[in-house]
């Protein structure tokens, strides 16, 4: 997982460069799912479960670096809309949103069951929850990306026009 977030974030780094943050987080969403669904299938072997977990170290690091990239482009956009930054009604909005899930996820763990303990049917349910969720979640968001409209020409003359009025702000 680690090997795979330190190389993800050198492929992002290169790859935004070329085909932009919208193009690398579909690639990103698709070898996410793509991890966690050989996971589902065969990470009770060892050297797909090494693999797999690779794949993921890639998708998460994606995550972790495009994301708060493409956030950035739609609080610009919403700017060049509406004339106002709000960068901080999209924070709390995202600490709405975050929190409670994570509060959620703590309550959802059984600590009463010893680690190791479960029945295989109890296993399986675990490895589906955690990795079949995901992989549905990254594939739609694949293909909900293709619709992403903040790209081409038109996008990069008005993220220079954003940036030469900043300039002019300071």
């Known amino acids: 997982l680690g090997v795979g977030a330190v190389c993800g974030i050198i492929l992002w780094i290169k790859s935004m460069g070329k085909i932009g943050v919208a193009k690398c987080i579909i690639v990103m969403s698709v070898a996410f799912a793509a991890g966690v669904t050989l996971v589902i299938f065969a ?53 709405l949103i975050t929190k409670p899930a994570i509060s959620f996820a703590n309550a959802a763990y059984d600590n009463a069951v010893k680690a190791g303990a479960q029945d295989a049917m109890a296993k399986f349910g675990v490895k589906v929850a955690w990795m079949a969720l995901p992989a549905l979640l990254f594939i739609i968001s694949a293909i909900v990306m293709k619709a992403y409209p903040l790209v081409g020409e038109e996008w990069k003359k008005l993220k220079e026009e954003l940036s030469r009025k900043h300039e002019v702000e300071r």
Do not use: C, H, W
Request: proline share 2%; aromatic share 16%.
């Open 43 to 95: 990470g009770q072997y060892v050297i797909a479960a090494m693999i797999a977990f690779f794949i993921i170290g890639l998708g998460f690091s994606g995550g972790m670096y495009l994301v708060p990239l493409m956030n950035g482009e739609v609080i610009d956009y919403d700017e060049a809309k509406t004339g106002f930054r709000r960068e901080g009604m999209y924070a709390g909005v995202n600490s």
